[in-house]
């Protein structure tokens, strides 16, 4: 365990699992100067990556990581695993390499954060939940959007207010692939776990999770999914996909709602450059529409990275002059940085508590929704065809 700072704070000890691109915006995030008031603090003390110390050297001084002499790099992500010195490990290879990647630091009793999707099917994140169970650590898919103020007050103000929510539409298109992206990017490599529902429809579906799974007993589950490749690459690599979830049950089965999911890495649009920039542009077509009985709600692009709620209450007291209903924008802020270091300060804050109080058992934050999104992509993509090499999907015996 860390030593507290002068100011009380917690200071937690991040190791990186790969230098890759979002390691490169989730580190210089987490590391962002914070408020005096603040209860925790991040500092990054070991980076692992197979591109040597030079890679290692060249990415701490461009990142200006501030304690770059005191970062222990390894170029054996297993070696780094098993010598230990951190409170976090965030791994952040593609997505194939999780199970094992996350298997092992859980094997040597390290909390994880992984990169979303945590694995590539439901079954083989089944086994790591109950493994860091066992292990008694703490576990976290990186799915960070949900640790958002926007989100939060999407869940726990606005939701409840709204009577049942009846459809949501989420979509997450990007254009990521152009035709001049080489087709050994992990966008377009499906050894690398390549796909628009796996990559983008995680976020979508995780919309959809929260709108039709906040607050009700009802049961979710894909009816309908349809698929289109990227055109002129060599392997199915799924790209404009719609998936339908249909809610039922509940009381007399009063909580039936529909969610309709789009992903695509090709529209709108052409791949230009700065994509992190592009992303920060706010669209006025909602990527995500919630509605409910009594208003609807919706969320402008970016959908990874809300800031605003557009809100339609629905009744007399709503409408103008003209009959239509007014809109009311709430804005949650992101408070400093692309936003992505508060799921950190979520997975800092249980470890800590942990390790001044004890536990017996370890956790997996965020489990349940994990589990019940990985669970829509295995639905999805058995009526869709969406398919990779077996050995990507397997739980390997010794694990
Ligand atoms: N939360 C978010 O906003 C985002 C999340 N992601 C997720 O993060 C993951 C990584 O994506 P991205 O950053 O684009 O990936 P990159 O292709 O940029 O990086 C992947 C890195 O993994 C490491 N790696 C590759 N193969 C191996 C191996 N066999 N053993 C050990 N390490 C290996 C390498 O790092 P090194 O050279 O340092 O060893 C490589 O650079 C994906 O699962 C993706 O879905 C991606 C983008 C955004
Ligand atoms: O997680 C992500 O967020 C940004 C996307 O464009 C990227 O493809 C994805 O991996």
């Not at 030079?54 to 005191?70: F, P, Q, S, V």
């Not at 990521?176 to 377009?188: G, K």
């Not at 999805?380 to 010794?398: H, M």
Request: with cysteine.
């Amino acid at each position: 365990m860390a030593p507290d700072t002068d100011t009380g704070a917690f200071t937690c000890r991040w190791a990186a699992l790969s230098l890759s691109n979002i390691a490169s915006v989730f580190l210089p995030d987490i590391l962002l100067p914070r408020d005096e008031s603040d209860s925790m603090v991040h500092k990054l003390v070991a980076v692992s990556t197979t591109g040597g110390n030079e890679k290692a050297t060249g990415w701490l001084r461009e990142h200006k990581i501030e304690n770059a002499a005191d970062v222990k790099v390894y170029t054996s992500w297993e070696e780094m695993l098993e010598s230990g010195g951190y409170d976090v490990v965030y791994i952040s290879t593609p997505h194939p390499l999780h199970y094992e990647h996350v298997h092992k630091a859980l094997k040597h009793k390290r909390n994880v954060l992984v990169e979303k999707p945590a694995t590539m099917n439901r079954a083989q994140y089944e086994k790591l939940v109950s493994y860091a169970e066992e292990q008694n650590v703490v576990l976290m898919e990186a799915m960070w959007t949900r640790y958002l103020p926007a989100t939060k007050y999407l869940q726990e103000e606005l939701l409840p207010k709204m009577g049942p929510v009846r459809r949501v539409y989420a979509d997450f298109s990007f254009p990521i692939v152009s035709p001049e992206l080489a087709h050994s990017s992990r966008f377009l490599d499906k050894q690398a776990g390549a796909g628009a529902l796996l990559d983008q429809g995680v976020y979508a579906l995780t919309w959809a999770d929260i709108a039709l799974n906040s607050g009700t007993a009802a049961s979710t589950k894909v009816t309908y999914a349809n698929s289109m490749p990227v055109a002129e690459v060599k392997d199915d690599v799924d790209d404009i996909n719609t998936v339908i979830l249909s809610r039922t049950g509940g009381p007399s089965n009063k909580q039936e709602a529909v969610g309709i999911v789009t992903t695509s890495m090709t529209l709108p649009g052409s791949n230009k450059p700065a994509f992190y920039r592009r992303l920060q542009a706010n669209k006025p077509a909602p990527s995500v529409r919630i509605e409910a009985r009594d208003a609807q709600v919706s969320i402008p692009f970016p959908p990874i990275r809300p800031e605003e709620l557009h809100v339609q209450w629905y009744g007399r007291e709503f409408i103008d002059e003209e009959g239509m209903e007014k809109e009311e924008i709430i804005r949650k802020p992101i408070a400093r940085g692309w936003g992505i270091w508060y799921q950190a300060d979520v997975i800092a804050g249980r470890v800590h508590e942990r390790q001044k109080n004890g536990s017996s058992r370890g956790e997996v934050i965020g489990a349940e929704e994990s589990l019940r999104v990985l669970g829509y992509m295995d639905q999805a993509r058995e009526i869709g065809g969406i398919v990779y090499d077996q050995k990507l999907e397997e739980i390997p015996s010794s694990a």
